[in-house]
C-alpha cells in the first residue's frame, strides 16, 4: 500500500494509477528492473538543499545530476545534496530513499527534468522499496506542477566532458598551474 498521504491524494484527484509490489528496490534503476520497464520511465527522486532550503528534483532513473550546471540554471551559488538525516522526518511514512515524487505533498518545490515530461506514464517508489506506482506522465505534471528544466543533467552516454577525461585539467585548474608557477617573478 503506497503512502497513505499519497494514496488519498490521487483517490481525491480522481487519477488512475497501479500499484505494485517488488522484491525490494534501494535504486530507481533496481525499480526499473523489477517492474521491467524503461529506466526513462522510472522516476529517481533526489532531496537536494538550495539557498539553504530543502527542494524536490526528479529525472528519470539513468540519467545523473550536473552540479555545475544545475546550480547555473536555478541561478544559486549554494546547491547540494541534502543530508537523509536532515530531510527523513519530511516524510514521516516513508522509507529513507524512497520518498515518492510529490514534494509538493511535503513542503518541498519540485524541480523536474524534461525528459521525464515527455514519457507517457511514469513509475516510481511509492514511500516503500518494495512498493510502487505507476501512472500517466499528464497526470503526474498536473498534480505536482513542478519546474522543468531543460539543463542541469546528464542522459546515459553522454559524452564527458574535457576535463573530466583522465590525466586532464579543468581549465581553471590549468591556469591556477600557470599562475603559481609565475610567483617570484
Not at 6 to 28: I, N, R
Not at 80 to 102: I, N, S, T, Y
Amino acid at each position: 500500500m503506497p503512502v497513505q498521504q499519497l494514496k488519498e491524494f490521487l483517490d481525491e484527484a480522481g487519477v488512475e494509477y497501479m500499484c505494485l509490489s517488488h522484491p525490494p528496490a534501494y535504486t530507481a534503476q533496481e525499480l526499473a528492473h523489477h517492474v521491467k520497464i524503461a529506466g526513462d520511465r522510472v522516476v529517481k527522486t533526489v532531496i537536494i538543499e538550495l539557498d539553504g532550503k530543502m527542494a524536490m528534483l526528479v529525472m528519470p532513473a539513468t540519467w545523473r545530476i550536473r552540479w555545475d550546471r544545475l546550480s547555473r540554471i536555478l541561478d544559486t551559488d549554494f546547491i547540494d545534496l541534502a543530508d537523509e538525516q536532515e530531510f527523513k522526518d519530511r516524510f514521516p511514512d516513508c522509507e529513507v530513499g524512497a520518498m515518492p515524487p510529490f514534494g509538493n505533498l511535503f513542503g518541498m518545490t519540485v524541480y523536474c527534468a524534461e525528459a521525464l515530461t515527455e514519457q507517457p506514464e511514469l513509475a516510481f517508489a511509492a514511500g516503500s522499496h518494495s512498493e510502487s506506482v505507476h501512472m500517466k506522465t499528464a497526470d503526474f505534471i498536473n498534480l505536482v506542477q513542478p519546474m522543468v528544466l531543460n539543463q542541469g543533467f546528464n542522459k546515459p552516454g553522454a559524452q564527458k566532458p574535457a576535463w573530466l577525461v583522465k590525466g586532464r585539467r579543468r581549465p581553471e585548474e590549468a591556469d591556477k598551474q600557470r599562475v603559481s608557477g609565475m610567483v617570484g617573478y
